[in-house]
């Protein structure tokens, strides 16, 4: 505390440090120094200085055949922890790709006219009884009573909700149509075998797009927008997902499609025809199905995991719910729905899935945690005289690429040797990766760079590295 009046006072300052900051420890006072954020330190995060290769196994209380190469992969580096059967913790790093994946789907979701709600996870039984999915969905659902001894489920989905909020706006007119409601929160379902981590869990995030249209053709063609909107978000997030033709289920409406990415753990099977790109859930065909419905040619089956689901609902939760519109003639119709399921912890698990080597993560790049590691040198070694530098880079990289604030993450860990601390950012996946090493010393010092996601290391001096930099992406 002494040492951050003095440094506050010597700079002029103290006026704009707020009370708390005299409490913090002397580790975190950079805070004051002008022009500059506080670097962010490895040793300072609540994990994941400390690998937990061999405990993972017994962390998770679970036999080794429920385990998948992003579940064991998550809980090595400290991205998740074990909560209960099917919960998670989802841990800082985790956290903050979350947050990036919600920021894209935000992107593209208001792209199209989406307007963001957040509607209650309590919901209550009566509006499920209305669509006798009460009863249906009965065991799916997490049910409860409260001190009245009224009944709510933790909602698994939001059709009844949205629809009865729809419902009790009296005043609905054509002109308003089409709107576009969506959500990204949690919802809740008692999966009988959760399993595979974040990819089958009872607790996950939702993003949930409800959509109201004066017809069915305009409900149709909003159809297509969504579609064309989760092909964008896929892509942006190089995630090669297929589209294929679904079963309605539990849901309902008369028309549905699965993303679906194919990765080897994947529980749903699909059947993708090469010649005229016909590709289906094997739940929609014929067991005795072998060829192409469109075009006989043949069906090739692929492993995948469902990251987003559409429906096409018509008049199903809206006629219960009696939600209406007035149209151009002055009287009332049954607004035409829709609704679109993305699961954002699954998305966030199936990148990593799809992406990693068996050892390391790999993000996409919009997506990982931090895009920069810095290694400085090891304290005690030849090359201890760059350490300086590296901190210097540090505060060069923020302030010529801004959008890299809080972006970069310096491994502060100097007991241990570059090569060790090389070797965790490998696991971590950093898109790059900076090391003050032996050529830092040379006039102009030069940095060398792993470039993760292509796997080139190249040398750079400091102004090399900021015009690399200044091309990475951040959402
Ligand atoms: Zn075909």
């Not at 089409?178 to 993003?207: A, C, I, N, S, W």
């Amino acid at each position: 505390m002494e040492g951050l009046l003095r440094r506050c006072r010597g700079l002029h300052t103290l006026a704009t440090c707020s009370p708390q900051l005299r409490g913090y420890t002397p580790h975190r006072l950079h805070h004051c120094t002008p022009g500059r954020g506080r670097r962010l330190t490895l040793s300072t995060m609540f994990q994941p200085q400390n690998l937990r290769e061999d405990q993972v196994l017994p962390l998770d209380g679970r036999s080794a055949d429920l385990t998948c190469k992003s579940q064991r992969l998550m809980l090595q580096v400290g991205l998740i922890y074990p909560a209960s059967p099917g919960c998670y913790h989802l841990l800082p790093y985790a956290v903050r790709a979350l947050e990036k994946l919600v920021r894209t789907i935000d992107q593209e979701m208001q792209a199209i006219g989406g307007q963001k709600v957040s509607m209650p996870s309590l919901s209550p039984a009566e509006l499920w009884r209305a669509t006798n999915r009460w009863d249906s969905m009965d065991r799916e659902l997490f049910k409860l009573r409260d001190r009245h001894d009224k009944e709510y489920c933790l909602g698994p989905t939001h059709e009844e909700v949205v629809t009865a909020l729809v419902a009790s706006q009296k005043t609905l007119s054509y002109k308003q149509l089409p709107f576009l409601l969506y959500q990204v929160t949690r919802k809740f379902r008692d999966e009988p075998r959760p399993r595979f981590g974040l990819l089958r869990g009872r607790e996950f995030y939702m993003k949930d797009m409800y959509t109201f249209d004066a017809t069915p053709e305009a409900a149709q063609e909003t159809y297509g927008l969504v579609c064309a909107a989760y092909s964008r978000l896929f892509e942006r997030l190089g995630l090669r997902c297929v589209q294929v033709q679904a079963d309605v289920g539990s849901i309902g409406g008369s028309l549905s499609h699965e993303f679906q990415l194919p990765v080897d753990v994947g529980e749903d099977r699909f059947a993708v025809c090469a010649s005229c790109g016909f590709s289906a859930n094997v739940e929609t065909l014929d067991v005795s199905q072998t060829s192409c419905p469109t075009c006989q040619g043949s069906l090739t089956e692929t492993r995948g995991v469902e990251v987003g689901h559409t429906f096409y609902l018509g008049t199903k939760y809206s006629s219960v719910f009696d939600a209406k519109f007035t149209n151009t003639h002055g009287s009332v119709s049954l607004v035409e729905m829709g609704c679109y399921g993305l699961g954002v912890t699954r998305i966030l698990a199936a990148a990593i899935e799809s992406f990693s080597t068996e050892d390391c993560i790999r993000w996409p790049g919009l997506l990982a945690p931090y895009q920069v590691c810095l290694i400085p040198p090891k304290k005690g070694s030849i090359e201890e005289a760059a350490a300086e530098l590296t901190e210097h880079l540090y505060d060069h990289i923020t302030e010529a690429v801004p959008r890299l604030r809080g972006e970069v993450l310096l491994d502060d860990r100097t007991h241990l040797t570059i090569g060790k601390r090389r070797k965790d950012a490998d696991k971590f996946g950093y898109p790059f990766v900076i090391i003050a090493g032996k050529r830092a010393l040379e006039d102009p010092a030069h940095f060398e760079v792993w470039c993760q996601n292509t796997g080139e290391v190249v040398f750079l001096s400091r102004e090399g590295v900021l015009e690399l930099l200044s091309q990475v992406q951040v959402v």
